[in-house]
Structures are given as C-alpha cells and as structure tokens.
C-alpha cells in the first residue's frame, strides 16, 4: 500500500491534478482556506495511469471486502472510477445522487438494486466525509448491505476517521495527504520551508491560515 500511495501521489502531482499554493491558499465550498486543491477526475484522460488507479481499486476490494454483489459510485467524481472497477469485475454497477432527482422517476440510486444485496463504494475523494457517507447511508435505507468504501485519495482529517468510525463503515484510500507532500518535497513541487505549513493546515483546516515567509 506504502508504494501504491506514493505511486498514485506522483501521478496525481505530474498530471498537475493537484496543485499546491501555499501562499495562494483556495477558498472550499465549506469556507475552509486550502493550501490544496485535488482533482481526481484529471486521471481519467490519462489512461494509464486511469488503469493503474482501476486495477489497485480492485485489489483492494478483493483483499479487504471479497465480492459485493454491486460497486456503487458517488456522483459525481466517482462514477468513472466505480464503472471501470465494476467492468473489471465483472459486476453490475449503480451510482448515488447527491440529492434526490428533481423530474422524471426522481432517482437518488441510479441502477437497479435489490434489497439484501452487498455493496462496495467508490469514492474519488474524502476529505471529511460527509457526503461520502450521504451516500452510505442512502443505500442503507434502501435495504443495502455496504461492506465498506474504497477511496483514490485521503486527506486523513480526523474528523473524517470520526465520521467513518460513527457511521461503522471501513474505508481504505489508495493515497493520502501524507504521500503526496513526501512526493512535493522530494520531487521539488514545493519549497522545504512550505512543508510545515501543508502540515499545520492538515492538523486544523478550519483555522488554518497561511503566514507567508
């Protein structure tokens, strides 16, 4: 897993599907400073790496979880992934709204699923949480045995081990936060004296803010 994450983090770095701007920290929907900013679905025009991503999700649903019956994807950023594992796999594949469809049949789940039927879940990315596990429990009200989520990237905030550990569902990343500042500072993506303050957002994000040097 060490080599995976790390693999993953130079990827995610070289294909600049992650840019870090200490000094021009981003702004998050939640309101949070970032000195981060994480795009996972920039790998899928890379079909490499794409592969790379596919075949060690699978890996670690066959290790850790064995065979669901289903792979379901979050929307939005999830559903490549979760179809390219349950393509794999050979397994039907359904994917979950962020809310509820507002015409038509007014779908939450989109695919068909039966009640009872074991479940793995895809997500792009966790930071804390929260709508990944929106969508656990969306499939828990529809009868769904969820065996537990596999993630492409983590930033690790314990708030978000909370969450998981409250809502009894394992979850396993392919990389993290601390893979990928590793890789920044051995690759020269940034400065040694910026390391400590990626580090400092990490530990307290909400309350983060960026002294420049």
């Known amino acids: 897993m060490e080599t995976t994450a790390s693999n993953i983090a130079d990827f995610l770095l070289q294909i600049k599907a992650v840019k870090l701007q200490p000094d021009k920290p981003f702004t998050w929907a939640s309101g949070w400073k970032s000195p981060i ?3 996972n679905r920039v790998t899928l025009s890379h079909p490499r790496i794409r592969t790379y991503i596919r075949q060690e999700l699978v890996k670690i649903i066959d290790d850790k979880f064995g ?3 289903i792979i379901a994807g979050v929307a939005t950023g999830a559903i ?3 179809v390219l594992v349950a393509e ?3 397994l039907p594949f359904v994917y979950v709204r962020p809310t509820v469809k507002d015409h038509g049949r007014q779908n939450i789940i989109e695919g068909h699923v039966k009640e009872n039927q074991s479940v793995v ?6 930071s804390t949480g929260k709508s990944s596990l929106s969508a656990v429990e969306v499939l828990r009200e529809k009868g769904l045995i969820v065996k537990g989520m596999v ?3 983590n930033y690790g905030f314990k708030i978000a081990i909370e969450n998981f550990r409250h809502a009894n569902c394992p979850v396993y990343s392919l990389s993290n936060y601390d893979a ?4 920044a500072v051995e690759q020269g ?3 040694n004296e910026d390391e400590e303050s990626l580090r400092e957002w990490r530990s307290n994000p909400s309350e983060w803010i960026h002294q420049k040097k």
């Open 37 to 39: 900013y994480c795009d």
């Open 67 to 69: 065979t669901p019956d």
């Open 80 to 82: 490549a992934h979760g």
């Open 88 to 90: 794999a796999m050979g």
């Open 121 to 126: 879940v895809i997500e792009d990315l966790i």
């Open 151 to 153: 993630s492409v990237f």
């Open 180 to 183: 990928l500042i590793h890789e």
């Open 189 to 191: 993506f940034i400065r």
